[in-house]
């Protein structure tokens, strides 16, 4: 049985407590529809046009209210809803066993919520129960059982503790090569993400030859012009650009876009990742305007498909202001 008691391998997953913030002194809030004095009498079109205005500025601003509201649900719904997951989990265990699939899967939704709100160690103490029970049921080289080690790493980098966190990457991604072969997709996920980890960590020298074989084993499992297989090319160039290989970055990622454009067209997410990228290295090589013609058109692209307020297109915003300030 693997050796996964406290203090033996420090793994906790992620979460940090939001903090509350507070304003008590009474000021014109943003979201309040402000008076409109008109400066003349208006006649009565007028008058119904300007009231129709205000009403439309009033849905708006509801809107935006709402959607933040739902975005950070109260503390108390959040304590309410950690509460019945652990009543769930406690008559799961009692009716089902430990070792039940459903009683661990309701267990590891359990531990993500108490990440999301920060409760690390109750995270850390349920996730390491619930690989020793897969361990004990499953075997430690099972694939679930690895796939539940895969879940600490994110509590270890949580803790500052990238280190022991590359390294449990390191044991899970040689088991499943051992396991399950080379090519095992579980096996190239574990490539794929300890190549993110690299490049979070601004180790690009690391991050390439794991990005590479992710785009080769792609290549010939889904094909060279499959999605996947071209957001790992993707990769690849993004890491020629921060090793300052900007020409080697181009002709890689003019490749894969024309592969792209080819298959998917010009109105397709892939295609927009290649461009975008396009855009980052044309702005490293200096031709600032090149740059920002490409990131426009990634901007246009999910303005016109998911509309201005959705995360990829104020992502896309966020780069071309970048591009502009650069």
Not at 28 to 35: A, G, I, L, R
Not at 47 to 54: F, S
Not at 117 to 129: P, V, Y
Not at 210 to 219: A, D, F, G, I, P
Request: glycine share 4%; proline share 5%.
């Amino acid at each position: 049985m693997m050796n996964l008691q406290a203090g033996a391998n420090p793994f906790i997953e992620p979460g940090q407590p939001h903090a509350a913030q507070s304003d008590n002194a009474r000021s014109p809030s943003p979201e309040e529809t402000p008076d409109i004095t008109p400066l003349c009498k208006l006649t009565a079109a007028e008058a119904e046009h300007d009231y129709q205005k205000q009403l439309t500025l009033l849905a708006e601003q509801t809107a935006h209210h709402d959607a933040h509201r739902a975005s950070e649900p109260p503390l108390e719904q959040q304590t309410q809803q950690i509460r019945l997951l652990e009543l769930q989990v406690e008559r799961q265990r009692e009716a089902l066993g430990d070792s039940d699939p459903e009683a661990l899967g309701t267990s590891h939704e359990l531990c993500l919520e108490y990440q999301f709100n920060g409760q690390s160690e109750k995270a850390e103490e349920l996730q390491r129960r619930i690989i020793d029970t897969r361990s004990r049921h499953l075997g430690e080289s099972h694939p679930d059982t690895l796939r539940s080690l895969l879940y600490l790493t994110p509590i270890l980098y949580a803790k500052g503790e990238e280190e022991a966190a590359d390294q449990l990457q390191l044991y899970v991604l040689a088991t499943r090569e051992r396991v399950l072969g080379q090519s095992h997709a579980d096996t190239i996920e574990s490539v794929e993400q300890l190549a993110v980890t690299y490049e979070n960590e601004k180790q690009w020298d690391e991050a390439l030859p794991l990005y590479t074989r992710v785009q080769e084993v792609n290549s010939v499992t889904y094909g060279p012009d499959h999605c996947s297989t071209l957001e790992a090319s993707c990769a690849v160039a993004r890491m020629h650009r921060f090793r300052g290989h900007l020409q080697e970055a181009w002709r890689f990622q003019d490749a894969t876009y024309q592969i792209s454009m080819g298959k998917y067209g010009p109105d397709d997410d892939c295609t927009q990742v290649c461009v975008a990228e396009l855009a980052q290295i044309a702005n490293a090589q200096g031709n600032k305007e090149k740059a920002r013609k490409l990131q426009q058109r990634v901007v246009n692209y999910y303005v016109a498909k998911l509309g201005r307020d959705h995360p990829w297109t104020m992502e896309a915003f966020e780069d071309m202001d970048k591009l502009r300030s650069s």
